[in-house]
């Protein structure tokens, strides 16, 4: 198992975000990880990676114990993220933005190595037109992608993706999707947070459901889809269920 | 790397080895005298730049490096007989350590909280040294005039400290540009960018940003031993003008911050602001009241500075503009 959490809970003052959360990842899968919005997927993003501790439970990734470690020191073991609300380099160029990734990722390479790096990663989500823009001239579609590039030049055991088709129209959407098939083709793992049922749908091995900060199901696509406790978790949410019956 | 290849090095380098070489070469008192200041603004504003201009941390109380190393130095020269060259190096050294301790209460701010913390650092190294006795106390210390003996007499050891002073002033340019262009400058543009962000990324902002200030506060100890050396006497007031740190902060920001060449375009052009206004009857008595202006009307009008202006003009210069 590349990552293991057990029994991870969070508090924010009174707002139980996570509560008890339990799960394993196998190596080489993609995991999608869904639930309604403020359902706690990007709190057990920020706890895996450790932006913050867990107030309870621990997070194993590949056999150590990464629970409470500082992000930098999690990023090093070969975990990179892309933010759901983007979050560029914005006086850097976009080259100099992915190089940032490859230079403190996993592989800790020197600059010159991790501007050829850059460039491979740029070219992978198509964004090497724009190596030498400055990040802050990029559209949202573009920063996205950015994000995605700057993970990917880390070179990381395991990918974790927050929404990043969030804010894209179909077409930017089919061209995501399209990028991120050719990642776990070369054989990444990844979680990712998705709101948009189809994508996850197609494209994951595995799907686990947050809903209140407590995991409510997990399993293949098909078995989510068909759960009820899973289509009940929706039904606040009208545009969702419509979108998980359509499946 | 090889520095002499380097486009954006050889402006920076170029200039400062220029400024000291005519001084050298026309052997004037009085030049010397005003090049002596602009090489130490440039030092200081350029040694700020690190912190402030690579690292996006602003800070107000740099002068308590210049002040404190400065101090030090002086000691080691008058009370302790060290020759001034290794007395500057004891100097500097100790600014370093002073960086790493202050550092440790203050680095974990940001943005404004941090700003405001160097203020209040400054005027705390004011009421210690006046009150330390061993730096003797408010009225400071003298050095004895057979101090100069060892250089060949008072006016050889005014050349000597300025050579010694164009020197430091080269490696700060030097130390700046290595730092700017390695992986660890890029780490600290991500920091200065977004701190969060940077460290998700495997950027160790702790040390990376304790490192910065280390190095940022390495040269003012070596330049403040050297200028106080100059004059022969060092006390409290002298030593940790607020004054002084708002100008080095204006000249980094007037030139471009976080460019090679913005503080030594900067200290220049401030000099010769100051220049003019010494010698205006309004301005005279306005000192702080103009930097605070200039200050001002640079965040507002030009963020990126003379230099950073430039660059945006002209992007077909920006390769020697760094
Ligand atoms: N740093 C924080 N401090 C306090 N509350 C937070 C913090 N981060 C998230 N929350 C709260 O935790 C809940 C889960 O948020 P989040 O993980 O962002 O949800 P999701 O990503 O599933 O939409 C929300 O109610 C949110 O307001
Ligand atoms: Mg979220």
Redesign the interface.
Known sequence: MILQVQEVSKRFGGLQALLDVNFELAEGQIMGLIGPNGAGKTTLFNVI?G?YPPTEGQVIFRGEKITGL???EV??RGL??A?QVV?P????TVR?NV???A????E?H??SS?ASLADQALTQVGLIDRADQFALSLNVAQKKRLELA?ALA?RPYLLLLDEVLAGLNPSEIAGMMETIRTIRDQGFTILMIEHIMQAVMSISDQIIVLDYGQLIAGGNPQEVANNPKVIEAYLGDPEMTARLLAE | MNLWRQPGFWPSFLLVFLSGLVVLVLRQDTLRETAFTVLMFIGLASSLNILMGYTGYVNFGHIVFFGLGGYFGFFLVSEMGWPVYLAALGGGVLSSILAYIIGAAVLRLRGAYFALATIGVNEAARAFVSNFEPFGGSTGLYVNFSAYDRYGGAGQALWFTFILLWLVVLAVIVVSYLVKRSRFGLGLSAIREDEDTAMVMGVNAPLDKTKAFLISAFFPGLIGTLYFFKNGNVEPDDAFRFQMSLEILVMVMLGGKGLLLGPIVGAFAYERLRGYLLTSVIFKNLHLATSGLVLLLIVLFVPGGGVGWLRERFPKLRRWLE
């Open positions: 990676n932006v500082p992000s930098y990023a090093r990179a993220r933010h979050r380099l914005n006086d850097l100099e190089m940032v990734g230079c403190f990722g996993r800790r020197s600059r991790a700057r880390a």
